[in-house]
T-cell receptor
């Protein structure tokens, strides 16, 4: 079945770049996502990438997708203390939007040190 | 109401008691989901509903039931709570079909079963 893996913890210094990695097993996924969960809150979509793309950039965020290796990464440039959160990798399969066609990873807790 | 609301915010429950977690959305989304979040395991899908009147089992459905009488509400019931159901529960919703699947999350219910 589908499986999404991430390391559980990452610590970086404020101002440095953060790179959060994710591996997945099912190559039939159509979209891959990064969700952010701030303390005491639900998840919010941060960014997503279509499976036919290699890279997507959005301000401080860069998503890289290596479909051959089934590897997804999220780079946060100039990491700030407000970026401290849990980051979840996820993938979805067609038909989109159906509950059984979406899988989350375990989440990576990013701690930003001053 | 804007988005998804969940109630209660937190609850301490004696084992063997029945409990219903409430979830309401005002976005007219077809699909709704219940997840539980446990450290190191990420989010695991309990039940989902792709449209009013239908429900389906997710990865960890045992001990839980759901109903979807209308578009807006998706309650989750624990018929006889057990300590292993101690967790943070998130309700989410999304549109069906279309392109990527953005899930919108409620703030969560923290449940402790003693």
């Amino acid at each position: 079945g589908e499986d999404v893996e991430q390391s559980l913890f990452l610590s970086v210094r404020e101002g440095d770049s953060s790179v959060i990695n994710c591996t997945y097993t099912d190559s039939s996924s159509t979209y891959l996502y990064w969700y952010k969960q701030e303390p005491g809150a639900g998840l919010q979509l941060l960014t997503y990438i279509f499976s036919n793309m290699d890279m997507k950039q959005d301000q401080r965020l860069t998503v890289l997708l290596n479909k051959k290796d089934k590897h997804l990464s999220l780079r946060i440039a100039d990491t700030q203390t407000g970026d401290s959160a849990i980051y979840f990798c996820a993938e979805s399969f067609p038909p989109e939007g159906y509950g059984q066609n979406f899988v989350f990873g375990p989440g990576t807790r990013l701690s930003v040190l001053p | 109401i804007a988005g998804i609301t969940q109630a209660p915010t937190s609850q301490i429950l004696a084992a063997g008691r029945r409990m219903t977690l409430r979830c309401t959305q005002d976005m007219r989304h077809n699909a709704m989901y219940w997840y539980r979040q446990d450290l190191g395991l990420g989010l695991r899908l309990i039940h989902y509903s792709n449209t009013a009147g239908t429900t389906g089992k997710g990865e960890v459905p045992d001990g839980y039931s759901v109903s979807r009488a209308n578009t807006d509400d998706f309650p989750l019931t624990l018929a006889s709570a057990v300590p292993s159901q101690t967790s943070v529960y998130f309700c989410a919703s999304s549109e069906l079909g279309g392109d990527y699947n953005e899930q919108f999350f409620g703030p969560g219910t923290r449940l402790t079963v003693l």
